[in-house]
């Protein structure tokens, strides 16, 4: 027994004695069965040191060789019944995969991607219950100053303020910041706002909430901050924030509407050219 398995293991590197196609470069034999090159270049790529690609090939022929003698000796070893139902589940499978691969291309072929506003805000008034928010929703601006800026006072004034002139003046000046955002139309939740302002703590943010504007300083500068809008947990997110997410409800209702419909085709043209015949069997 231990011999046999050491003969159906062993590795041809030199293939001469068997047949082979033409233009190829086979790496191990099992049988009359090859296992080549291009086979396995797409399992093996240049960020691998040798040594592990040596290990990483070697395991693969070591798979793909068992994987065939325990084929083989499936076939030859389960009962008809055990394998009638093998193929019966790989055909239901492969006929599943190529059914539903070739109705997606159907319905990508022929689905209206783009929404307009009137569907995205008929389907949030009826949806509104929804999105009730289980964190808070920020819109704010922010300046990181260096400490040593001259003008400190005058820039957390205007930041404070924050009117169309004070931003446009802000943003004119802001090759002075070590960095700023002025962005406030996008909204952003309360763990985003922490990694861009990695001073703020849960205390502090609190702080923030209440007056709408801080001021944080550390070694290298200082943090002015100012919420412009908030909504707090509990309250609804605004159609804006949410809009992605009713586009992939519209877009996936018609293509659930779009599949029944070409599969409602499909039956309905078979039967009209009687490839389709349904037998009454009362």
């Known amino acids: 027994m ?4 050491i003969i159906l293991f062993f590795i041809i590197i030199s293939c001469e004695d068997y047949f082979t196609p033409k233009n190829t470069n086979p790496i191990a034999r099992l049988n009359q069965e090859f296992l080549f090159e291009e086979d396995i270049q797409g399992l093996i790529n240049d960020k691998y040191e040798l040594s592990d690609s040596i290990l990483r090939v070697n395991k693969l022929i070591s798979d793909w060789a068992i994987n ?7 076939r030859l070893n389960l009962s008809e019944n055990k394998l009638s139902k093998i193929t019966s589940m790989v055909y239901d499978y492969e006929t599943e995969l190529l059914s539903n691969s070739y109705l ?8 209206k991607l783009e929404t307009d506003s009137i569907e995205l805000d008929s389907l949030y008034k009826k949806n509104y219950e929804i999105f009730k928010l289980n964190e808070d929703l920020i819109q704010y601006v922010f300046i990181y100053i260096p400490n040593t800026n001259p003008d400190i006072s005058k820039i957390r004034g205007k930041l404070r303020r924050y009117k169309e002139q004070d931003r446009a003046l802000l943003d004119s000046i802001s090759y002075q910041f070590l960095s700023s955002s002025f962005d406030d139309s996008t909204w952003h939740r309360r763990n985003e706002l922490f990694k861009t302002i990695p001073i703020l703590n849960n205390y502090r943010y609190t702080s923030l909430k209440k007056y709408k504007f801080s001021q944080f300083k550390d070694s290298l500068g200082l943090y002015l901050i100012k919420i412009t809008s908030l909504l707090t947990k509990g309250q609804y997110a605004p159609i804006e924030y949410v809009s992605p997410t009713l586009e992939y409800m519209i877009v996936n209702k018609r293509k659930l509407e779009l599949v029944n419909k070409i599969k409602k085709e499909i039956l309905d043209n078979a039967i009209e050219t009687n490839k389709l015949e349904i037998y009454n069997n009362e």
């Open 2 to 5: 231990k011999k046999s398995i």
């Open 68 to 74: 065939k003698i325990l084929r083989s000796g499936a």
């Open 104 to 111: 997606e291309a159907l319905v990508n072929s022929t689905i």
